[in-house]
């Protein structure tokens, strides 16, 4: 095993970081889970083991409510966070010290309610050494100068509109001189590219055959071709990163994916959780107290009382409601329910006739990246149903292996090359709910839970739990690594750890 670790990891650090090769520093976090989103560290110092509220704490700050992740870069630490009803702020710190370096304020105006456990500031800012990237919902994108916060350029964008009210939680992800944004929304869903230095749109993909979606874009290289992998409704997209043009798609996926996918040496892996479309929508429309009738059909009036104050957008109903009203009765049923609310050329999760725990598939899978068209049949190398997966947290894989945690702390492994079981159903932690998704570095792999309790976990195969600690406030951002520091973003604050004590 210890031969595996040796030549497994330097492979994948090796694979993180060669998509990076001009822009980001050895050591550097560059946006949401780290270098192409595989939630592993470059970096080589040692890292903390045992911390708590004040143990280890090299130094923390207020950074306003909010669920997005830190980033850093050059020596810099970014995090967003509402810092009054309607202002969202941008926040740098020296990543050594914790000294603010600046503070951008923006107005956003009125916002439309989001689910409880999610914040307005929900998006992971991207960062370079030379400029923030930066999405809310209400101001698009914004990008300033990494050193000083002022403006560079900003790309309004569709305010996205949920009708579940979960709100937006996309945030941007570089690849070499871009910029790329997908929004997977219930109006307006769509893939950008923009110009790093300059906004301009390099191009954009209308995901129109999609439902919502949280599931952020991966690089996939393939006999020396780079390709961006996006898990989406029904598939994995492979675009053309210069065109953005869809080269294949593999049809495998349920319907919302809220997990971003891990891609090492040319293959795709993925866990996923959904549930048929119908059932979701009598389950929390029809059905709910202050909504629903519960006559297992649904109409506009309906659906604008479950929303609430917020004004469901015409062209929502004429892209769903009208579609799916068959016979024109002003109502949806049964099959309706699936023709309104899935596109007519992708009916993944389409089954009306499913109900409660049956309407719900959660599966595992690997795709091999590349390809041309329809690739489901030759590039699928395997799929596995299981009852292990989060719809929420993303998968960490490693040395043949993936690992997966789930609400309440139940962690399993399965190996990559066929699938297969290592290690059944196992209680980590204090259990809890998790939104966090797995990160690691120096050989241990940190799980952050909503009720504020760090794991710890040696990277081998047994995944022995090295310490659980409390840090005090609840978590839903996942963490972030750089230069031998943990960063962990509570609900309010921003919290640095290091394993060597603070320096007198």
Known sequence: MQTLLKSCIPTAIFLACSIFPVFVQA????????????GISTGTKPLPVKFSATENIRWSAKVGGGVGGSVIAAGRVFVSGMTADETVSLFAFDAA?????????????????VHATNSQASATPAADADRVYFYFSTLGLLTVEAGTGKDVW??????????????????????????????????????????KATGKLRWKDERLDMAVNYSHPVVCTVGGRDEIVVAGTGMLTGYDPESGKRRWSAKVMLRNIKTTPVSLDGVIYISVQSGAIANQWL???DR??????????????????????????????????DRGDLNKDGFLEGRELDVAFLHPDNFAGADFRTTGDAAAEQFILAVRGGGQGDVTQTHLLWKHKTKNTD??????????????????????????????PVRGPKRIGS??????????????IYLASENGNVVVLKNTADYEELAVNDVGESIIATPAIADGRLFIRTRTQLLCIAAEAPAK
């Not at 009708?163 to 790329?180: A, E």
Request: glycine letters at 10%; proline letters at 7%; one cysteine or more.
């Open 283 to 285: 389950a929390s429309v």
């Open 97 to 113: 010290t914790g000294k603010k370096l600046w503070q951008r304020d923006w107005a956003t105006g009125s916002l439309a309610e």
């Open 391 to 420: 719809h929420i947290v993303s998968p960490f894989v490693s040395d043949g292996r993936m690992f997966l945690v789930k609400e309440g702390g139940i962690s399993t492994v399965f190996n990559t090359k066929l699938g297969e």
């Open 154 to 195: 900003q790309r309004k964008l569709p305010t996205p509109f949920f009708v579940f009210k979960w709100g937006p939680g996309m945030s941007p992800v570089l690849y070499r001189d871009l910029v790329l944004f997908c929004q997977d929304d219930d109006l307006n869903p769509a893939f950008y590219a923009f110009d």
């Open 27 to 38: 050591e550097d976090w560059p946006q949401f889970r780290g270098p192409n989103c595989t």
């Open 288 to 321: 709910d107290e202050k909504s629903g009738n519960n006559d297992n059909k649904l109409d506009k009036a309906e659906i604008q009382r479950f929303v609430g104050k917020q004004t469901i957008p015409e062209a929502f109903f004429q892209k769903t409601f």
């Open 431 to 444: 259990g809890g709910g998790y939104f966090a998704s797995p990160v690691f570095g120096d050989g241990k």
